[in-house]
């Protein structure tokens, strides 16, 4: 499993924290299974000790579980993308979520929340849709009187067990995201807005 996201704190709009505690508590040490989680440090690096501590509440017996803080050119973002089978993106709220199209382009299925942007390319074809509550965000001003997700972590569990479990679900789903993803290229998005300005005049 593979993330990519800002991860500043625990209550973190692009939903890092839940990926991570749904994958400790569904997994263990005695299973092939690894999560890699490449942290965005434009938006800063926590602890990763104490969030770790935090999130899984001191237990034992943990899967295997990396990260990755370091800044990579966005040539290289594909050798990253490539290390992983499944792009896990429990977001709490996107305005397009570009790392899960860019997961899409190299081939990864994706398990999302069916809320935000990434609901615009992202169906039952090529990943998995989580359900999810809305909640008030009252941990930053800014956001004052917006609600966000907080996807539901037993169906983030169920889905990545199915994921480890169904191989052939994720082949297929994989070539369906790649396919998908050559529709959203820059240039084609070009295209589509170039269109949209010539039929105003």
């Known amino acids: 499993f593979l993330c990519n996201k800002g991860f500043r704190n625990l209550e973190d709009r692009g939903g890092i924290q839940y990926a991570i505690k749904a994958f400790l508590e569904e997994f263990n040490q005695n299973e092939e299974v690894e999560m890699i989680v490449k942290i965005n440090p434009a938006y800063g690096v926590p602890d990763i000790q104490k ?13 295997k579980l990396s990260f990755d803080a370091n800044m990579h050119d966005y040539k290289d973002m594909v050798k990253i993308y490539n290390k992983g089978n499944v792009f896990v993106s429990p977001t709490r709220a996107e305005a397009y979520n570009l790392p899960c199209i860019e997961a899409c382009a190299c081939g990864l299925p994706v398990i999302t929340t069916n809320y935000g942007g990434q609901t615009d390319y992202i169906n039952d074809k090529n990943g998995w849709l989580i359900d999810y509550n809305l909640t008030e965000v009252k941990h ?11 996807p539901d972590l037993n169906k983030l569990r169920q889905t990545m067990r199915f994921c480890y479990e169904n191989p052939e679900s994720i082949e297929m789903k994989g070539k369906e ?5 050559l529709s959203y290229s820059w240039s084609e998005t070009a295209k589509k807005i170039k269109g949209l300005i010539n039929g105003m005049d």
């Open 140 to 150: 930053e001003i800014q956001y004052e009187g917006i609600s966000w997700a907080i």
């Open 51 to 63: 969030m770790l501590m935090l999130i899984t509440d001191k237990r034992t017996n943990l899967p």
């Open 177 to 181: 995201a790649r396919e998908n993803s």
